[in-house]
């Protein structure tokens, strides 16, 4: 069969990634309008000045932006067609992304232990479920990047391989992009 | 004869055995083919499957309607307990929105939008077939409520604080958050996927401005779709947690916003509106043009306003929220967004009649679908103009009003139009003539039915009868007008004899239809009907926006220059040759999509409270997922969509 270059100049699985990223810019507008309109109003404590740890935070944000610095190095390696160097540095990636889902759940506990567990208060709701579900996008992404490191060990570098790794990026910098405005607005506006 | 030797007993069980082989053997054939369709990831296939399953959902909820309409007969009948009434109002929405109206629209989808753009199938076509177990499994999911005792009984729009765990105790708003979180990340799924098919797989020369009216509508719709469902799926999510893990996201008490649940279930649901209504605009704008013999009146201004439309949509979810006192300056915005609607959906009506005016008109069963539902839906949209204003409004919410309102908006416009588009492009898909004739009182004992039902709601919702209430007190003076509408919904249903009997008889011995026996304009109708597998045997170049009524352009003309757009060596392949010049290779089949669905229910079921449900499912998802990914979709060699 003819292969007919697609219409648009993007490939079926790219444009279905940038889709999709749009779909999701509307699940976190949405997740952080109720925080933004919520904030301020619980009528019991914890509240989040109290207990928002900010250095800590920017230490795992720092973390998780580096992820984002090795995904960028690791495609240029994929492109450069250098095996070694790409699984070294998607595996990078996907463990600095680890790295930042372990201070969540450090967090999370850290809460929990001063009295904010789920069902305390608006804030206990609004922030885990946002937080939450970032973090959900997070853990889907560190298993996406940990397959493509195990995959990349046979196999020919070709161009349907080295897509699949931007597309990953593609993704990965979403999700650290969403988070870039979780913690301006969670913690710095806090 | 019924003495028979002892020594015979062999004998017999040798036969037995011998017919149970050839049963197995007449079975083989019949598995096989039931796994194929439990696999097919051919869009015209999935078409089918999606037609079937939003049909059978539809009369399930259309009985839903009539038991209504029986206990709503005369004034304080206790036919219904109430508490059954409302689950039976709660069921009828949400069924006819979700697992009814969405799955027929994307079964038009599916099976329309390939062929209009010249394609072999859709850009993903296993997560298409993806997307229809989810739309099952969600629906079924939902039914699976009835044999518990527990339908959800807080309206389709399931407002808090009535659907808070306080107020609705039972199981029942639990099916419904996890049904629809279900099936939407099937429809969200689709979205996607018809986003990239029609604006990465038009063949070559379908620019935008020569795209089909109806793939248009498709392609808004999916863009639709995936902007209005996520704040559905937070919303739904919310309700989740506040129902079963304590949360406080409507939970006045605990400072919550009591609105937030109307602001985010409208904000959503007032595209949704549109997410039905536009495709069914899109089958009108085929329909009309095919039989006025006449290409679309102002095809550009009717694409923007479509465009328009779906735009304006997102900005006017608030006028559901009139009554609920947002203040002045919010409800005058909303007032004015929503009537400024009316211009381009006005600009379309125009536009459909203008196409008719001077031209060859035929009254074909799809043509009186399509005048049917302009008509129906001034008058809907008439109403929708009406209490756009707020003190209007007022008057009229929570009343049958309402209701008439809508359901002239839903019948009138995606009903009939979803009937304009079987009778079109039924022979497309079957390769048969539905009967013109039983084609004719389908469509006219609908109309009247629809307009006997409905019509005098108008009237009663004025008088006060109100919504969502199980019975109404005699001192009102509205039997006379309930008793006209129960009456219509009966003849409702016989208005379905005409349409079953000649789906029947058709499909067992209908006329042959040709390619084009519509003499449409467009690219669905140069191929074989039904089209063969691929579709297209050679892909088609397309040079103006109706390829067919053009006859093929003569060297000789070229070179006269009579065709103002005939590209160099422009020959226009009208209708595709039977045999593909060279092999085609299709995506195969794939047992994956249902894997991950089957494992994605499994974890919907644990939503119910069972937490090693949920982990079992979404263990088994993650198996689904990777046995997908590693799957290769060509397997019968190198292929390319």
């Known amino acids: 069969m003819s292969e007919l270059a697609p219409v648009t100049g993007i490939r079926n699985r790219k444009l279905a990634m940038w889709t ?98 789920l069902s305390r208060n608006l804030f206990s709701s609004t922030f885990y479920i946002l937080t939450g579900t970032h973090g959900a996008h997070v853990l889907g992404g560190v298993i996406w990047l940990s397959t493509l490191f195990l995959r990349l060990g046979s196999g020919p570098i070709d161009a349907e391989r080295i897509e699949t790794v931007e597309i990953a990026g593609l993704y990965w910098h979403f999700v650290d992009a969403v988070w870039i405005i979780l913690f301006t607005l969670i913690y710095l506006l806090a | 004869m019924n003495s028979q030797p002892a020594g015979d007993r062999s004998e017999r069980l040798d036969g037995l055995n011998a017919r149970a082989r050839a049963m197995g053997q007449a079975w083989k054939p019949r598995l096989a083919v039931v796994a194929d369709w439990m696999t097919t990831v051919d869009h015209k296939k999935i078409a089918i499957l999606y037609f079937l399953s939003g049909m059978t959902f ?23 307990d109430p508490n059954l009434y409302n689950q039976l109002f709660t069921m009828h929405g949400t069924t006819m929105v979700f697992f009814a109206g969405m799955p027929l629209i994307i079964a038009y989808f599916n099976f329309v939008v390939p062929l209009q753009i010249g394609a072999r199938d859709v850009a993903f076509p296993r997560l298409n077939m993806f997307s229809w177990w989810l739309a099952v499994f969600g629906g079924l999911f939902l039914y699976a409520s009835v044999p518990l005792g527990s339908m959800p ?18 199981r029942g708003m639990d099916f419904y958050v996890l049904a629809l979180l279900l099936a939407g990340v099937g429809t969200i799924a689709g979205g996607v996927n018809f986003v990239v098919t029609i604006l990465n797989l038009r063949a070559p020369g379908m620019t935008f401005m020569r795209l089909p009216l109806f793939t248009w509508m498709a392609l808004v719709v999916s863009i639709l779709i995936l902007l209005a469902f996520p704040p559905f799926t937070v919303g739904l999510l919310f309700l989740l947690f506040d129902r079963n893990f304590g949360t406080h996201f409507f939970d006045a008490a605990a400072g919550a ?81 929503t009537m400024l609607i009316a211009v381009p959906t006005g600009i379309k009506i125009f536009n459909w009649i203008a196409t008719m005016w001077g031209g060859k008109l035929r009254f074909t069963t799809p043509m009186l679908w399509a005048i049917g539902l302009v008509s129906m839906f001034i008058i809907g949209g008439l109403s929708g103009v009406m209490h756009a204003s707020p003190p209007t409004d007022l008057q009229q919410t929570d009343t049958y009003f309402i209701v008439a309102h809508f ?84 003849l409702f249903t016989v208005a379905f004899v005409p349409l079953i009997v000649n789906l029947w008889k058709t499909l067992r011995n209908g006329e042959p239809a040709g390619a084009n026996p519509w003499g449409a304009p467009t690219l669905e109708w140069s191929t074989g009907s039904p089209p063969p597998h691929y579709n297209f045997a ?66 919907t079921v644990g939503g119910l409270g069972s937490l090693e449900t949920t982990l079992v499912g979404a263990a088994i998802t993650l198996v689904g997922l990777f046995g997908w990914a590693f799957e290769p979709a060509f397997r019968d060699g190198a292929g390319h969509l």
């Open chain 1, 20 to 117: 999709f990223i749009g779909s999701e810019c509307m699940l976190f507008a949405t997740l952080i309008s109720t925080y933004m309109v919520y904030r301020g109003r619980n009528l019991i404590g914890p509240y989040p000045h109290e207990l928002l740890n900010v250095p800590f935070i920017t230490v795992t944000t720092f973390v998780l932006l580096m992820s984002s610095l090795c995904m960028v190095l690791a495609l240029a390696a994929m492109q450069q067609g250098n095996r070694r160097q790409a699984r070294f540095r998607l595996f990078l990636t996907a463990a600095l992304g680890l790295v930042f889902l372990v201070g969540q759940f450090y967090e999370f506990n850290h809460f929990h232990h001063e009295g904010l567990g």
């Open chain 2, 153 to 170: 009984d807080g309206g389709w729009f399931a407002y808090t604080p009535l659907t808070n765990r306080e107020y609705s105790p039972g």
């Open chain 2, 538 to 603: 050679v892909v088609p170049r397309v040079q103006r926006r109706d390829p067919l009524w053009h006859p093929w352009i003569r060297p000789e003309e070229e070179e006269a220059g009579d065709h103002e757009d005939a590209g160099p060596g422009g020959v226009e392949p009208r209708l595709q040759p039977e045999v593909a010049p060279e092999p085609v290779v299709m995506p195969s089949n794939s047992w994956w999509p249902m894997v991950m669905s089957i494992g994605m229910l499994i974890a």
């Open chain 2, 407 to 490: 359901h002239y908006v839903l019948i009138g416009g995606l009903v009939f139009g979803l009937f304009a588009g079987l009778y079109y492009w039924f022979p497309k898909a079957t390769g048969k003539m539905l009967s013109d004739k039983l084609g004719k009182w389908h469509f006219w004992l609908t109309l009247a039915a629809f307009n006997i039902t409905f019509f005098p709601m108008h009237f009663s919702g004025l008088l006060g009868m109100p919504r969502r209430t199980f019975t109404y007190p005699s001192e009102l003076g509205l039997d006379g007008f309930n008793l006209v509408s129960t009456i219509g919904a009966g």
């Open chain 2, 257 to 337: 916003d009591p609105l937030l649940w109307q602001h985010l279930f409208w904000v959503f649901g007032h595209p949704e509106v549109y997410i039905l209504v536009l495709p069914a605009f899109g089958i009108a704008s085929e329909v009309i043009p095919t039989f006025s013999r006449k290409g679309l009146f102002g095809y550009p201004v009717v694409v923007f306003s479509g465009v328009l439309i779906a735009f304006l949509g997102f900005g006017v979810w608030a006028h559901h929220m009139f009554a609920v006192g947002m203040g002045p300056l919010a409800n005058s915005v909303f007032a004015g967004a």
């Open chain 2, 58 to 80: 539809l009369l399930i909820a259309g009985m839903e309607g009539q038991l209504i309409r029986v206990q709503l007969a005369q004034s304080e009948l206790r036919i219904l």
